[in-house]
């Protein structure tokens, strides 16, 4: 595999939210820089499919089961990775959803289901990884925000919130942590996913149509994502956003 781009030093980087979107892009462009990639996500027949590309293109990748919403899931994948490549190197919190709705539908079950996966499966994939990176001496934490994390629009109060919790969380790990501890906030705008699929009231349905004009492909988010993880140790690379530059 060939991208005319090889890293440094080649990584191992744990994926969640692989199966589809920007985990998927993710998975892909790395391994094709000669990382060895990990992807985690719930559906593993799309897993599957995805480390069979990788493989037939010369990578390395495995899968992994996993929801991250299981705190003890999450750190069991985690310790697996460690077991069989002998460190990890870099978690990508990509996993996330997005049922918008207006706050008056009282669609409470889908709020709380964006808390526990957005934010407390972001912070179970930092619990797991920081005693490695301190037994290793290093490591990297990247999270996939959401330009609602600076952005509050109609229907996106919770999602926002909680991506405005992940952007929170990764900068207080970046001032809390050793300098050898790096940690990244990518940022999208609208991006060619699933996460708007999944939106089952009406008014958020409708607004999404008009808000999601104008898209870029998942791999925008991906480059970005290489980028951040191949700057040099004393690099740290705290937020990236990336958006159509039609998208105002």
Known sequence: ??????????????????SSGIGEATALRLAAEGHRVVLAARRTDRLGAVVDRIRADGGTASAVRLDVTDADAVRSAVDAVVEEHGRIDV???????????????????????????????????????????????????????????????PTSAVYSATKFAAWAITEGLRMESDPSIRATTITPGTVESELADHISDADAQTYMKSFRRNLIPADAIARAISFALDQPADVDVNEIIVRPSAQR
């Open 1 to 18: 595999m060939n991208t005319g781009t090889e890293p440094r030093t080649p990584k191992t980087v744990l994926v969640t939210g692989a």
């Open 91 to 153: 978690i990508v919190n990509n996993a996330g959803v997005m049922p918008l709705s207006r706050l008056d539908a009282l669609l409470v079950e889908e709020w709380d289901r964006m808390i526990d996966v957005n934010v407390r499966g972001l912070l179970h994939g930092i619990a797991a990884v920081l005693p490695h990176f301190r037994q290793q001496g290093g490591g990297h934490v990247v999270t996939v925000a959401s330009i609602g994390a600076h952005e509050v629009y």
